[in-house]
């Protein structure tokens, strides 16, 4: 399976893919990316040095109003915080810190729902998801209903978030070069588990 990526921006840095790759997917208004999400990407790219590439997505699936390209702007130039993320600061609930930032951020293409409804966009996701050679064509059909059925349901998405059917923000991807992911995981997790997971693959490569 490989990550679909759809932006229309790179911000803070250029999107350079290294023969290993870390992508945290994130929302401005998620009070959670910032006090899970973002202090676990910079502890992986500190404690992986050069051997890990990492990168953040900035991406909408809902509260369209606050989570825009804007905002995520203003996060990057300045490290302001927004809507229930800036609650959370205030609440002192996470301590934010503009300099846990230091990687490339790139902004999904968010699009509405007709978009997500076109045949070929479906159908893609099912082929990316499914070997259509062996896949059973009731099964084939089963997952193509149940991504329109979804699909109906978002008067708009985040085309990224919603090519890789993510389950929602933090959502993070290790991948290669060409695009292939290795592991995927949601939420918040236990960084120690997760290095011992990425060891397997980063000492593969580079030995």
Known sequence: ???????????????????INLMMAFQVNCPG????????????????????????????VEDFHVNTEENAKLLVN????????LRAQEAHHL??????????????EVVNQSELQQPKFVENIIQNMLDPTTTP??????MRASLYNYFSQLPQCGKTFAANLMRGTPSFFLLTDSMEILMQWFGHAD???????LDIFINKKHG
């Open 1 to 19: 399976m490989k990550l679909t990526l759809s932006y229309t921006e790179v911000i803070n840095g250029e999107l350079n893919f290294s023969p």
């Open 33 to 60: 990316c910032f006090m899970h999400g973002f202090p676990m990407l910079k502890e992986l790219q500190t404690h992986y040095g050069n051997k890990l590439s990492c990168i953040a997505l900035s991406t909408a």
């Open 78 to 85: 300045t490290g302001e915080l927004v809507g229930e993320t």
């Open 95 to 108: 301590n934010w810190d503009k300099t846990t930032l230091s990687v490339p951020v790139v902004i999904d």
């Open 137 to 142: 064509a009731l099964e084939q059909e089963n």
């Open 191 to 197: 960084s120690r588990l997760i290095r011992n997971k």
